[in-house]
């Protein structure tokens, strides 16, 4: 893609249960996009490339040419929930010989949560629900541990921090009621992701 997408923002809202929208945990993270292959990039809100921070993110190069992923980097605490305190640290790097020595002792793990091209083809368009079923399928073909699918459960909202209309479009830099953000009362744990436990 010659141009960086900005990435879709949800707006606050109180918990709420409804069939018609996604929960899932918000993670305490880095938002990070992704376009994958060869000539991949990783890059944030206001488009600013993180690739040369993130080295273990290489992986990204094994993912068909032309897609784009939407996610958040995320580190783990020794107690097993995501710590935004580590992720920062690991972000401000920029002695590249420590970003490489970090990379492997504290390697980051790109949770996944939106597919918004496939292999050159926009699915801006279509719902959210059908663009995490093609997500899903990628990522269990590929099997990559760094990079992982955020799971999430229709209806039952009101344990979880982020809404998602299942019938939602793709809009880049815009926010939008179809996403909403909820003040979470817990952290999220390395335990919710699949092939992790605490």
């Known amino acids: 893609m010659n141009q960086r997408l900005l990435p879709m923002l949800a707006v606050p809202s109180a918990p709420f249960d409804s069939a018609e929208y996604l929960f899932e945990v918000k993670w305490d993270g880095v938002r990070a996009l992704a376009a994958c292959g060869p000539d991949g990039a990783v890059w944030g809100r206001d488009a600013a490339d993180y690739s040369a921070r993130y080295p273990e993110l290489a992986v ?76 899903q399928e990628l990522l269990h073909r590929l099997q990559e541990r760094y990079v992982v699918f ?36 817990r952290r999220p744990q390395r335990s919710q992701l699949p092939g992790f436990s605490t």
């Open 60 to 135: 990204l190069g094994r993912f068909p040419a032309g897609t784009v992923l939407d996610g958040e980097l995320v580190r783990w605490g020794p107690d097993g929930l995501s710590n935004l305190g580590a992720i920062l640290k690991r972000h401000h790097l920029t002695n590249p010989a420590r970003i490489e020595q970090a990379s492997r002792s504290q390697p980051v793990c790109y949770v996944v949560f939106d597919l918004l091209h496939l292999r050159g083809r926009s699915l801006l368009g279509e719902p959210l629900q059908r663009r995490r079923e093609a997500l």
């Open 150 to 185: 955020s799971e999430g459960v229709v209806g039952a909202g009101r344990a979880f921090f982020e809404a998602k209309h299942r019938a939602s479009g793709y809009r880049p830099g815009r926010r939008s009621s179809a996403w909403r953000k909820v003040k979470p009362a």
